[in-house]
């Protein structure tokens, strides 16, 4: 009868949207006890827009120049910020400056760095640029205070030419629908929730805040290769783990949990990666793969 009973698991996963790889995903779901969640584009929707652009003050440049070489870095990348300031150029009608070929480096988790007009640009998290810059760091105006709001979600990017601080962008998600009734079910039902994200810690606390993650369980400003070692390190606690995510920055992390789950909309690398994908991107989906694991694996034992 096992067998059975797993594969009419797996079927009503499908009619509930969930693709999963497996019957054995679904004893090792109905055994986990900690979630842990990605942030941007898992509890955030994921699609930035650009707020507000600040030069640093007597650098000289414009917020349009900024944004110029920004859109310039960015033209290739499919990162979610890449695509709010490609598309806060075309929006304001600033043609972005155009990059050497064969010159742009993204790093996964850090930014994107190349040369432009014969500068050195670059344009990422404030201790991905400060390594690049070495003047004008102190005059970068103080980063924002994260949004306290409970539907959206602040970050900001910095951008460096030839050494130099010149500005930032602040960009702007939004929660995704249901996150935070989500965490409450899945605390209610005895599960551990974290949070495990490459953004800064005011961010990162800011949406814990509003979902209702305890600002204790999240993990802020973890390179994606950091991503799986944490996830380890929570197994090694004794932990049984499921790591949802959606980007190229999560791939280990998913790879190397109990299960990994990705959002349906996420990128390619994230569902290849995972032993589980919400096909219809939704968050309350996960209670589904939990509830369905647990019905599958009691009629069993
Ligand atoms: P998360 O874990 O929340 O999904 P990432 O690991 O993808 O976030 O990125 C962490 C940080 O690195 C971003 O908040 C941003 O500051 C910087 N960053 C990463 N990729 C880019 C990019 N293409 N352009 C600008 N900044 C980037
Ligand atoms: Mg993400």
Same mark, same amino acid.
């Given at each position: 009868?096992?067998?059975?009973?797993?594969?009419? /698991?797996?079927?009503?996963?499908?009619?509930?949207? +969930?693709?999963?790889?497996?019957?054995?995903?679904? @004893?090792?779901?109905? =055994?986990?006890?900690?979630?842990?969640?990605?942030? %941007?584009?898992?509890?955030?929707?994921?699609?930035?827009?650009?707020?507000?652009?600040?030069?640093?003050?007597?650098? *000289?440049?414009?917020?349009?120049?900024?944004?110029?070489?920004?859109?310039?870095?960015?033209?290739?990348? %499919?990162?979610?910020?890449?695509?709010?300031?490609?598309?806060?150029?075309?929006?304001?009608?600033?043609?972005?400056?155009?990059?050497?070929?064969?010159?742009?480096?993204?790093?996964?988790?850090?930014?994107?760095? /190349?040369?432009?007009?014969?500068?050195?640009?670059?344009?990422?998290?404030? &201790?991905?640029?400060?390594?690049?810059?070495?003047?004008?760091?102190? @005059?970068?105006?103080?980063?924002?205070?994260?949004?306290?709001?409970?539907?959206?979600?602040?970050?900001?990017?910095?951008?460096?030419?030839? /050494?130099?601080?010149?500005?930032?962008?602040? +960009?702007?998600?939004?929660?995704?629908?249901?996150?935070?009734? %989500?965490?409450? =079910?899945?605390?209610?039902?005895?599960?551990?929730?974290?949070?495990? %994200? *490459?953004?800064?810690?005011?961010?990162?606390?800011?949406?814990?805040?509003?979902?209702?993650?305890?600002?204790?369980?999240?993990? &802020?400003?973890?390179?994606?290769?950091? =991503?799986?070692?944490?996830?380890?390190?929570?197994?090694?606690?004794?932990?049984?783990? #499921?790591?949802?995510?959606?980007?190229?920055?999560?791939?280990?992390? +998913?790879?190397?949990?109990?299960?990994?789950? &990705?959002?349906?909309?996420?990128?390619?690398?994230?569902?290849?990666? #995972? #032993?589980?994908?919400? +096909?219809?991107?939704?968050?309350?989906?996960?209670?589904?793969?939990?509830?369905?694991? =647990?019905?599958?694996?009691?009629?069993?034992?």
């Amino acid at each position: 009868a096992a067998p059975t009973a797993v594969l009419v /698991g797996t079927s009503q996963g499908a009619r509930r949207g +969930l693709l999963i790889r497996g019957g054995d995903i679904l @004893e090792a779901a109905s =055994k986990v006890d900690s979630i842990v969640f990605d942030k %941007t584009g898992t509890l955030t929707v994921g699609r930035p827009e650009v707020t507000d652009i600040r030069p640093v003050l007597l650098s *000289g440049v414009s917020q349009s120049d900024l944004l110029s070489l920004a859109a310039a870095l960015e033209r290739e990348s %499919t990162h979610p910020i890449a695509s709010a300031i490609n598309a806060a150029a075309s929006s304001k009608g600033v043609p972005p400056a155009v990059a050497e070929p064969g010159s742009v480096q993204h790093e996964i988790g850090g930014g994107v760095s /190349g040369r432009v007009s014969g500068h050195s640009i670059a344009l990422g998290s404030l &201790a991905w640029v400060s390594k690049h810059a070495q003047q004008g760091v102190s @005059e970068v105006p103080e980063q924002l205070e994260a949004a306290s709001s409970s539907t959206h979600s602040q970050t900001e990017v910095f951008l460096a030419r030839d /050494g130099q601080m010149l500005g930032s962008m602040v +960009l702007c998600d939004r929660v995704r629908e249901h996150a935070s009734s %989500t965490v409450r =079910k899945l605390q209610d039902r005895g599960y551990h929730t974290a949070m495990l %994200t *490459g953004d800064v810690r005011s961010s990162a606390v800011a949406v814990a805040q509003a979902v209702g993650i305890p600002k204790r369980d999240v993990y &802020a400003g973890v390179k994606p290769g950091g =991503k799986a070692a944490l996830v380890q390190q929570l197994q090694a606690g004794g932990r049984r783990v #499921a790591m949802i995510g959606d980007g190229i920055n999560d791939a280990s992390a +998913l790879a190397v949990a109990d299960v990994g789950i &990705a959002m349906g909309g996420g990128v390619d690398a994230a569902s290849e990666a #995972a #032993a589980v994908v919400l +096909l219809g991107d939704r968050l309350p989906q996960v209670l589904d793969a939990l509830y369905l694991s =647990k019905q599958t694996f009691r009629k069993i034992q």
